[in-house]
Structure formats: structure tokens, C-alpha cells
């Protein structure tokens, strides 16, 4: 006589109660949590694969209001025509996919484009997330200061300010922007141009930090071009720039977007670089070493950066007091910016 089929689990329970442990670890092992060992979880995992068992993720994290995910919110309020393909956004965004998933976390991204002062209220209130980074902080300093000091879980890559009430982690922007001042004026430059809107924080801050080089240096003329960050509109602001006034002979632009659209406008001006005008960019993405010649630039390490912030905000979901951190810049000198012979 044949003996019935052992019953199928349908249920945590059920699975439980055939592994000999209690719920808790079954839906800890089924989500690879760290605390389970690598036996208990293989274990578990071929019990559940044999009852063709698959954990609800969403019943889940709706029964411990977790949803095991991690925003990157792009506030976009000064530049709304900036795009995710940004060569700086796609370097921090992959390095942020990175360190995230190998937390154990979902990344969920958003492109935003603020139409009132509540967007990140919104966002934060709707549950979507156990925690935020946001990516820049535009011309939201208010909105992110109001948000930080009533929730924890929020991190930003963004300039740092004293009296900022949102934890910061970036470069140290004035020392960057001093560091770019400095190279050109080193190479004799006398004439130079800074390329950047000084209205985004981190702009403002390497603007500042040139300022301070020029003013060590007595006799250097400076001007200042607020160009928009896409990569069209930098380069038609570079373009008519060029046609009214005497082309500098040293160029600190705030980006290496900003820079890379300047270097074609130059070549288009009948200007070479760098012979007659030294460039110098800022943030070191992959494409800075192979534009033509390849570009010098401020080298944010944002790899560890995205390490940091990711560090830090979990830091903070976990209760921990954390401070904002500014790393410090490092001038990655290439064709650019070449001493002339």
C-alpha cells in the first residue's frame, strides 16, 4: 500500500515547521539576511525550492513596514533640461547601483523636477523607500534643510555649508576650485574664465575657491560665464562667449561636461588648446582622459563617495549619529592644460 504525498508548505509556517526552525529565520534565510549562516540559508532554500515555495516579498515588507529598498532622488530644479545620461550622474549612479545591491537593498531612482517645496515630503511620505540619497542639491537648500531636520534617513551628495540642518558628503569644492585657479595661473595664464553657474552650491563653492586664487595672484584678470550644464546648451553659451569678447588664455570650467563643450567650441573658434588656452574640468569622469587632447580636470573620487553614502545612510536608518564629510580633491593634470614651450 503506497503512502500518501507529504504535504506541500504553502506558507512560512509550513516551511518552518519541516525545517525545525522558527518563521523568523525561514523569512530571514529566504532573504539572504547576514544574520542566517550560509548553511542555514542553502538549507532553507533547497526545502523551499523542493515545495516550490517563493517568499512574498511585498507581504513581506508590508508586515514589518520595510521596503528593503533605497531611493537616489536627481533633483533637477536648475537645470530641468539635464538628463540621467550625464556623464557624472551615470558615474555616480553606478557606482551608488553597486554598493547598494551589495548591501541587500532594491535601488528605486527618480528623476525630479520640483514643482513646489513639498516634492520631497511627498516622496518621503509615501513609503516607497527605508531610506533617500539625493543627488545634488540644485536650488533645493531650503527644501532639503526642512526635510533633514525632521527626518534622519536622508542623505546628499552636495556641497557642504555649516548651517546646513541635511548631511552632506562631496568633495571639498573650494579647495577644488582653488587647486584649478592655482594650475592655470602656475602656467602663466593671465586671462582666465571661470565656466559655471555659481547659483548651484557646488558651483558657488568652486567658484569661490578660484577666486581665492586669483586674488593670490596679483595682475590675473578673471571673468565669469554662467553657462547652463547640458552639454548643448554649455556649448552655445562657450560659442557666442567667444565671438564677443577676447578668448582667455585659461579656462576653469565647473564640470567636465562643462569643459568637454568648451573644448569643441574653442576648436571651432580657431583656438587650440592647449596653446592658446588651457582647460581645466572638474569631477574626473571616464570620458575626461579620452576627449581631444584629454582633459585635465579636479578628480572627485566617486566611487568612495558612493561608498560613503551609502555607509552613512544606513549609519543613520540603523539610529547611529554620522557627520557630513568633504573629501578631498585631487588636480588629475593631462593634454589640456600642458605647459606651453
Request: with cysteine.
Amino acid at each position: 500500500m503506497s503512502s500518501a504525498p507529504a504535504p506541500r508548505a504553502s506558507n512560512l509556517a509550513d516551511l518552518a515547521r519541516l525545517a525545525g526552525v522558527s518563521v523568523s529565520t525561514v523569512s530571514r534565510a529566504l532573504a539572504n539576511h547576514p544574520a542566517i549562516s550560509e548553511r542555514t540559508r542553502r538549507r532553507i532554500a533547497e526545502l523551499a525550492r523542493a515545495h516550490d515555495f517563493q517568499l512574498n516579498a511585498t507581504a513581506r515588507n508590508l508586515r514589518l513596514g520595510k521596503t528593503h529598498a533605497i531611493a537616489v532622488l536627481l533633483p533637477l530644479g536648475h537645470e530641468r533640461s539635464q538628463h540621467l545620461y550625464d556623464p557624472f550622474f551615470l558615474t555616480l549612479l553606478g557606482h551608488l547601483a553597486d554598493v547598494i545591491a551589495n548591501h541587500g537593498y532594491d535601488l528605486l531612482l527618480s528623476r525630479v523636477l520640483p514643482e513646489d517645496d513639498r516634492w520631497l515630503d511627498a516622496f518621503i511620505d509615501s513609503g516607497r523607500a527605508d531610506g533617500v540619497i539625493v543627488v545634488g542639491q540644485s536650488d533645493q537648500i531650503a527644501t532639503l534643510n526642512r526635510v533633514g531636520a525632521r527626518y534622519r534617513n536622508m542623505v546628499v551628495w552636495g556641497a557642504y555649508a555649516p548651517g546646513n540642518t541635511h548631511l552632506t558628503i562631496g568633495s571639498d569644492n573650494v579647495e577644488g576650485g582653488r587647486l584649478a585657479g592655482r594650475h592655470l595661473i602656475g602656467l602663466g595664464r593671465r586671462r582666465l574664465l571661470f565656466l559655471g553657474n555659481p547659483e548651484v552650491p557646488e558651483f558657488g563653492a568652486r567658484y569661490k575657491g578660484f577666486l581665492e586664487a586669483v586674488a593670490e595672484a596679483p595682475g590675473v584678470a578673471h571673468d565669469l560665464l554662467p553657462a547652463h550644464l547640458t552639454a548643448e546648451g554649455s556649448y552655445a553659451h562657450a560659442r557666442a562667449w567667444l565671438t564677443e569678447h577676447v578668448a582667455p588664455d585659461g579656462i576653469c570650467a565647473a564640470s567636465d561636461i562643462l569643459a568637454m563643450s568648451t573644448l569643441r567650441a574653442l576648436s571651432e573658434s580657431g583656438l587650440s588648446v592647449p596653446e592658446d588656452v588651457a582647460v581645466v574640468g572638474y569631477d574626473d569622469v571616464p570620458l575626461a582622459s579620452h576627449t581631444t587632447p584629454p582633459l585635465t580636470t579636479v578628480k572627485q573620487d566617486l566611487e568612495t563617495g558612493a561608498a560613503a553614502l551609502c555607509d552613512m545612510l544606513l549609519a543613520r536608518m540603523r539610529g547611529e549619529e554620522v557627520a557630513s564629510v568633504q573629501m578631498p580633491p585631487r588636480l588629475v593634470v593631462r593634454g589640456s592644460s600642458m605647459a606651453r614651450d
